[in-house]
Each structure stands twice: as C-alpha cells, then as structure tokens.
C-alpha cells in the first residue's frame, strides 16, 4: 500500500471523531509513523509503506480519534523554534504563552525563576535566548519535573528543577520571575475540548474556585524573592487581567501593566 492510499480513511475516522482539522492531523501522524519531517511528508506519498509503518500510524490515528493530542501522540510540541518533549504529565506549550517569552527577553535579567515550569519550555527558551543567565524552575508535580530535565539535556541548558508548592521551596532572590500558573476557572472546565480536559494534567489548568488562587499565592510570595527593581511577569486569561493587576497592586508591585497576545487579548501582567 502507498502512504497516500492510508489517508483518505484515516481523515474520515478522524472527522467522525469530532478532530478539528482532520486533513491536517491525519498528514502529520503519516509523517511521524513514516519518520519523515511534516514539510517532506509530500515527497513520499507515493511510495510504498511497511507493515510496521501501516501498524504505527493506525495506532496513532486510533490514539488522536479518542481525542488525544497530537502533541502527546507524537511526543514533542515547537515552542519559540525550539522542540520540547510533551508528555501526559505536563501542559502542551502554547503559542499565546511565547507573549509572556517576547515579555521576559525584553528586559535585563542574570537569574530568572519559573514558577509552574512544566515542560521548562518558558524557562529554557530565556536561557536559551540570554546563555550567559542562570535559571530556576519548580513545580509541584515530579514528573513535569522529570519532563523538563529531560528537556533541558535535550537542549544542552542547564537549569536547576526542584520540587515546590510556588515559593515554598526557593529561597534565592531572582531579577525576573516569570510564570504561567494554572487559571482555569472550576465552571469552565466542563466546557474544554477533551484534548485539554481529558488529556492535560489537571494541576496545570486549573486552581479550582475562581480561577485566580495561583496568583494569589505568587503576588504575595512574589518580592521576597525578587532582588531590588527585579520584575515578575504571569501570563493570564484574557478576562483576568483587572483582577490580576489588582492582586499585584494590593502586594505593593509599581508600574502594573498588560500585555497584549498576537491576537490583542490581554495576556501577560507585568509588575515591578
Ligand atoms: C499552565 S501549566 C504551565 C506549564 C509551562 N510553564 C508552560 O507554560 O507550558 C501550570 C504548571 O503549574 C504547575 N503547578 C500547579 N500547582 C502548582 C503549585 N502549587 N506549585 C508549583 N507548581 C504548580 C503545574 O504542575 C503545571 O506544570
């Protein structure tokens, strides 16, 4: 059978599941079972697929069809350039989150703390851009730890990882801290698509209640653990951004302000 013979069913079982761009997830998972680049995927549609090959791609398409993210599927997600493992166990990097990134390289930092790491993408993507700075990163999951160490070999950095609920565990002082924490609010979840719902951790999206308990608990541990003039810079919901910058304002932080994502919506409060 030729790869593009496996296509059009695939598009079908993937369109039935609800998947909303079957055409283009079908074309990356026959990339990613052939083992070629998505641009090159074109040049070998026409040639003949192995046992093996027609085995992975139906398993991946059976796996995206219950509504799995492609990011999980194919083990790894873009994020500024550069490609971070993805695992179950932490949030698949978004691009609204390279804002908060554009944000942070945007100001003078030699230490920078990432709070809520995650896979590191936020974290290794600044030590990346600025080499000469040192970096921090805690969560309070093990495995989105073990993640972003794996991440961060794979990119040659070095950062430091430790386990901590926000700021319980750090006791150095940082010129930035940056952090996506989870914002979800309880009553939007029901209403996720199930990649995020069923499939991303929990403790990633969500604080419960109103949503806003993790910047709480960051406003006020915040300027202890900045050094003087330092900055602290959290992306947020686009509907949170009065409610954010209040927090911070109420903690004493000067020159609140937000920043807006590619696509206008309030993204990042900045605090100084
Ligand atoms: C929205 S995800 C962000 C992941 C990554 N920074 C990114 O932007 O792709 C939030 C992260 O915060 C972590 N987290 C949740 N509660 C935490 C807590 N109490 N202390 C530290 N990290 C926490 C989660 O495990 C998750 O990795």
Wanted: aromatic content about 6%.
């Amino acid at each position: 059978m030729r790869a593009a013979e496996l296509l059009p069913d695939a598009v079908r079982r993937l369109a039935a599941a609800g998947v909303a761009d079957p055409t283009r997830d079908a074309r990356r998972l026959l990339a990613f079972a052939l083992g070629v680049s998505q641009e090159r995927l074109i040049l070998h549609l026409h040639d003949p697929v192995e046992d093996t090959g027609i085995t992975k791609f139906n398993a991946a398409i059976d796996e995206r069809a219950r509504r799995r993210p492609l990011s999980q599927i194919i083990g790894e997600r873009l994020f500024w350039g550069r490609s971070f493992q993805v695992t179950r166990d932490v949030l698949d990097p978004r691009p609204e989150t390279e804002t908060l990134v554009e944000c942070a390289l945007a100001e003078p930092f030699d230490t920078v703390l990432d709070l809520g790491t995650g896979s590191g993408a936020i974290l290794l993507t600044l030590l990346a851009e600025r080499p000469e700075a040192m970096g921090m990163g805690v969560d309070v999951s093990p495995a989105a730890l073990a993640v972003a160490r794996n991440n961060a070999s794979r990119l040659g950095l070095l950062a430091e990882f430790i386990l901590s609920d926000w700021f319980s565990d750090v006791g150095a002082q940082f010129d930035l801290i940056v952090s996506n924490p989870p914002y979800i609010t309880a009553a939007e979840m029901p209403a996720l698509d199930p990649e995020v719902r069923d499939w991303e951790p929990h403790l990633a999206l969500t604080p419960g209640g109103d949503g806003l308990d993790a910047y709480r608990r960051i406003a006020r541990g915040a300027s202890a653990h900045l050094k003087l003039g330092g900055r602290v810079m959290v992306e947020i919901g686009p509907t949170q951004g009065r409610d954010v910058t209040q927090l911070f304002r109420d903690e004493g932080f000067q020159s609140v302000d937000i920043a807006p994502d590619m696509d206008g919506r309030d993204r990042v409060v900045r605090a100084r």
